[in-house]
């Protein structure tokens, strides 16, 4: 019997083992047609392989792009391809969370695109796209003093070809300042990756290196964290869309045929499972038989004891005959009580063992509770440490946000200086007229570009006069609208250059303001956003953590209530039965008798009172 169910109890966990596996298939079976369907209504466009909504957003895009200040660019990974695709893997681990993001040009756009996903559904929800803000005017990253890679080695942007029609630099920018590719070591030996972490073989400015399988490993500060690659992820830079296609429709069909092997694996193991249960059964019923028969033959003993029987006085020679064939007749009882009790004891020990089994069970789920008892006692250490998580996640995000403030407030005060230039020139315009009158101001401007007029008309006709070849078979009215045109591009040319030296200063304030910063406005923004990101997953778990220590101070502050409810009680009890004896003895007391708790004794086998009369 407790061989037949330690089969039972294999058998049905190998069976939930089965359903739990057949579940998981058909999980990822459903996944992968749906994304089957998805890239057949792509219809071959780059941008399905990261999801069909991006090219609905897309087609929505251009047909509002009037309405932008800039054409956002996106998704990321649609603009990148892979020189080799061996390095398809590393790709993914280094950039995958950020290829399905798209890049504006400013937080308008920013609003506007967020505008146009909202009218995208993905089955009950609505599609949240993610949106980078970058300024498309800058120009490319200066990488002569940014990346220092040690002779030998390559790193992950070497092998990424961006493709963009008029800003693949902006990408670049972003993929930069978003993931460091330029800085993250690919290479096809192991030990070579731990070697540019471990050793900083490949530069002091290597903080990550994969391996060509997907192995990753990354430092911070001094800590070295190695990451494994499980296959969970979808390579979609070095796969095209009929690649995607094929690969696609044959993962699905080795699903169908892993459910159709654990469809067979349960019929067979459900068969097994019944037949075990039967014979259990059949064996319960044998147990239960064995020791009905154990407790008959026992009844039966006792009954012959208590039966024994009574010999009367008998001639002698008749004695001995009598007493043998008693003798024998008892004998053959006996020998087959025997036998029926030997069988009994037999079926009574496996009974007992049946029985010791079930407690060793019953001790095992025992301590297995224990554990997790003891286990939910550390709630308080998560908590504690969930705490001082959140502090840090708090402090970061106050650093980034001063920054932020930082840069708002530089950018006010270049707008106030704007703002009293603007007033200077004013009062300069103010002088300037307190000297003449604005209709002298005009004439006189008017006469120095006359002045420069005559002198560009003198300059032709002195070129005119010495037969310049340039000017051979030139009439003098096309010689006036060649000065004029002269002047006018002259006059053109000082105004541009006059701003565009404005423009300068103002970019480098900008500029300097931001390094004083800490960095770019863009890189301030996306460690906020990483901060925010860890805030929010850890908030949860805080909150949750925060409403069992609320709800366990409410609980003990219930009992604190009723503890000093009941310890009034009893000091009016306490002060009664005193005052009570005290008359009892002839003394003739009026008060209160105070009654107070100091603790456990040393022997921690009684409690201190004191007590003052009042």
Avoid at 78 to 104: F, M, N, P, Y
Avoid at 211 to 239: E, K, P
Avoid at 279 to 299: D, F, I, K, L, P
Wanted: aromatic letters at 6%; a neutral charge; glycine letters at 4%.
């Amino acid at each position: 019997l407790q061989q037949i169910s330690a089969q039972e109890q294999q058998k049905a966990a190998e069976l939930n083992n089965l359903q739990r596996r057949q579940q998981a298939t058909q999980a990822e079976f459903n996944s992968f047609q749906q994304e089957l369907r998805t890239l057949q209504a792509a219809k071959g466009q780059k941008q399905a392989l990261f999801g069909t909504h991006h090219v609905t957003l897309r087609s929505l895009v251009e047909r509002n792009k009037r309405s932008f200040e800039k054409v956002p660019i996106g998704p990321i990974g649609a603009h990148l391809t892979l020189t080799e695709q061996k390095w398809g893997v590393a790709a993914e681990v280094v950039s995958g969370s950020v290829l399905d993001r798209w890049i504006v040009h400013s937080s308008k756009d920013e609003k506007l695109l967020r505008s146009l996903a909202d009218n995208i559904n993905i089955g009950s929800s609505k599609f949240r796209v993610n949106v980078v803000v970058a300024n498309f005017n800058r120009p490319a990253y200066n990488l002569a003093g940014r990346v220092k890679l040690a002779p030998g080695w390559t790193c992950l942007r070497q092998f990424v070809k961006v493709e963009h029609p008029e800003l693949p630099h902006i990408i670049d920018n972003k993929l930069m300042d978003m993931t460091h590719y330029e800085l993250a070591i690919v290479d096809e030996d192991e030990g070579r990756c731990k070697s540019a972490i471990y050793d900083h073989a490949a530069g002091p400015g290597v903080a990550l290196s994969v391996h060509v399988g997907g192995r990753s490993w990354a430092r911070r500060r001094s800590a070295v964290t190695l990451h494994n690659y499980w296959g969970d992820r979808n390579i979609r830079l070095s796969q095209s869309y009929e690649a995607s296609l094929q690969h696609c429709r044959q993962l699905i069909a080795e699903r169908e045929a892993t459910l159709q092997q654990l469809h067979q694996a349960l019929v067979v193991a459900n068969r097994e499972l019944q037949r075990l249960k039967h014979e259990s059964a059949a064996a319960m019923a044998a147990s239960r038989t064995a020791q009905g028969n154990q407790m008959r033959a026992q009844a039966a003993l006792q009954h012959i004891q208590a039966q024994a029987p009574v010999f009367d006085p008998i001639d002698e020679e008749d004695a001995d005959d009598m007493l043998a064939e008693q003798k024998r007749t008892l004998q053959e009882q006996i020998q087959t009580l025997n036998i029926g009790h030997d069988r009994a004891k037999t079926e009574a020990e496996q009974a007992h063992r049946a029985m010791e089994q079930a407690t060793q069970l019953y001790n095992d789920r025992k301590q297995e509770m224990d554990e997790v008892i003891s286990q939910l006692g550390s709630r308080q250490e998560d908590t504690d440490r969930l705490s001082r998580q959140m502090q840090d996640v708090q402090a970061s995000k106050n650093k980034v946000t001063a920054g932020l403030q930082k840069i708002k407030d530089e950018t006010a005060l270049l707008e106030q200086k704007l703002n009293t230039f603007t007033q200077q020139l004013e009062q300069s315009k103010t002088a300037a007229l307190k000297t003449c009158d604005e209709r002298t101001g005009f004439q006189a401007l008017a006469d120095a570009r006359g002045h420069v007029k005559q002198r560009l008309v003198a300059q032709m006709q002195q070129r005119l006069a010495s037969g310049d070849s340039r000017s051979a078979g030139m009439t003098p009215e096309q010689a006036d609208e060649i000065v004029e045109r002269t002047y006018q591009d002259a006059c053109y040319e000082k105004a541009v250059a006059y701003f565009s030296k404005e423009v300068q200063k103002i970019e480098k304030k900008i500029a300097a303001v931001e390094e004083d910063a800490g960095g770019s406005k863009e890189e301030l923004q996306h460690q906020l956003d990483l901060a925010r990101a860890d805030f929010n997953r850890h908030y949860k778990s805080y909150d949750n953590c925060k409403k069992i220590l609320d709800v366990t101070s409410e609980a003990v502050t219930k009992r604190w209530t009723k503890y000093y409810d009941l310890f009034d009680s009893i000091s009016r009890t306490v002060s009664n039965k005193f005052a009570a004896y005290m008359h009892k003895r002839g003394h003739n007391v009026s008060g209160s008798l105070l009654v107070e708790w100091l603790g456990p004794c040393p022997s921690d086998d009684c409690s201190v009172v004191s007590c003052l009369w009042a």
